[in-house]
């Protein structure tokens, strides 16, 4: 995978390593022999280009494969970046538009990538064929543009985002350190947060990023205070090249036991694996209870070991 670092987190890496080491390249990328390029078989449910039906009522568009700045641990990492893929035309957004069609009961839409708020232009043509659909009832939005080039947040990006007027349109900003919500970003967040958008976050559990009660602690209980709901926390996935980025299971476990004392329901996210054969977000029980910490099985029933 590329690098590419915005100016914005290029000034905030030089004050804060764990947002350093989110975007900056690591030698052990190259010998992470243990993951998969694939981890959560997107390829494999993807019937046209750009669209992913995993799920039987929703479905997920990667609408580019640009971001404002790349994550080392994204899941996409085998394409994210990828010039030759590119990112959607014209004629892949009317076989969407075919597919959903033909699949009624999709009626809700993730929009993704890459980062879709980085192509304006192309994401108003998606959202003007999808928020037309009469099917569609949700639209959801997959970004970490607020935290990533929060200039880029724009009157020309609010525009196509108010587009939205059928559904209500959920924005889910990636947020991994309390670092990354500085004067800059809550001003992106106001602007989307005053077109009527609503917020969630997103997480992922990364070693030497936010591997502790005290900066989750942080970042939830101020991502609450900005008007953004802590939504998810996901165990990192096995995606080649990220292995030095995960967590011992145990040790989110207890981090996570620990924060549900501490926190408010709203400021606490649902702990989640996103199981490896794509069969969904298998929430994570907590140490108020005895279970088995060692495997766990799917929605589809499928068993699997925690390493």
């Not at 970046?81 to 699949?103: C, F, M, N, P, W």
């Not at 926390?233 to 980025?245: L, S, T």
């Not at 709203?266 to 199981?275: E, G, N, Q, S």
């Not at 054969?277 to 088995?292: H, I, M, R, S």
Request: include cysteine; charged fraction near 25%.
């Amino acid at each position: 995978m590329l690098s590419k670092v915005s100016v914005h987190l290029e000034k905030l890496s030089q004050k804060c390593p764990a947002i350093r080491r989110q975007f900056y390249p690591n030698p052990l990328e190259g010998r992470d022999r243990t993951g998969k390029d694939d981890p959560l078989m997107e390829d494999s449910h993807s019937p046209v280009r750009g669209l992913i039906h995993k799920y039987k009522n929703r479905a997920l568009i990667l609408l580019t494969l640009n971001c404002a700045s790349y994550c080392r641990f994204c899941t996409r990492r085998r394409t994210v970046s990828d010039v030759k893929a590119g990112i959607l035309r014209d004629e892949d957004l009317e076989q969407i538009v075919t597919y959903l069609k033909g699949h009624s009961e999709i009626r809700d839409l993730i929009i993704s990538g890459g980062d879709p708020l980085t192509e304006p232009e192309l994401l108003r043509k998606a959202l003007t064929y999808f928020s037309n659909l009469p099917q569609i009832k949700i639209i959801r939005i997959g970004t970490r543009l607020p935290v990533s080039n929060p200039r880029q947040v724009s009157p020309k990006l609010l525009k196509v985002l108010r587009l939205v007027k059928k559904q209500p349109l959920y924005i889910g900003i990636h947020f991994e350190h309390p670092s990354e919500i500085n004067p800059e970003t809550i001003a992106a967040v106001n602007k989307l947060r005053k077109i009527g958008a609503i917020l969630y976050s997103q997480s992922v559990f990364l070693k030497g990023v936010n591997d502790s009660v005290s900066i989750l602690r942080e970042l939830f209980t101020r991502l609450i205070e900005i008007g953004v709901k802590p939504y998810y926390i996901y165990r990192c996935d096995p995606v080649k090249g990220a292995h030095h980025f995960i967590v011992p299971f145990k040790k989110e476990v207890a981090i996570m036991t620990r924060l549900r004392k501490e926190l408010s329901g709203l400021a606490y996210p649902i702990y989640v694996v996103d199981t490896p054969d794509g069969a969904g977000k298998v929430p994570v029980p907590l140490n108020f209870w005895q279970w088995n910490n060692k495997s766990f099985t799917d929605f589809a029933d499928n068993s699997f070991r925690i390493e």
